[in-house]
């Protein structure tokens, strides 16, 4: 059996990743990965700066247009427009 994980899976394990949510095995799966993928680690790091922003932002903090573009955005991408 392949331990080892891919890029896709890395992908959809960062969230968890980054919350300390992911089971010892994935855990050491996850960073074996890292240690051997650049791309990956690049990756991680741009989520990290991402959340850290993003943590910062409030609605109120945004100007009216801001917001307004932002949902459309939104609404657009969930309607399968992306």
């Known amino acids: 059996m392949n331990n ?32 051997e993928c650049d791309g990956c680690t690049r990756y991680l790091e741009q989520m990290r700066l991402t959340m850290a922003a993003v943590g910062r932002l409030t609605e109120e903090s945004l100007e009216p247009a801001a917001r307004a573009e932002l949902l459309q955005l939104f609404r657009t991408w969930n309607a399968g427009g992306r």
Do not use: K
């Open 4 to 35: 080892n994980i891919s890029c896709q899976e890395l992908v959809e394990l960062v969230t968890d990743y980054l919350e300390g949510a992911l089971p010892p095995t994935v855990r050491a799966r996850f960073e074996t990965h890292l240690s």
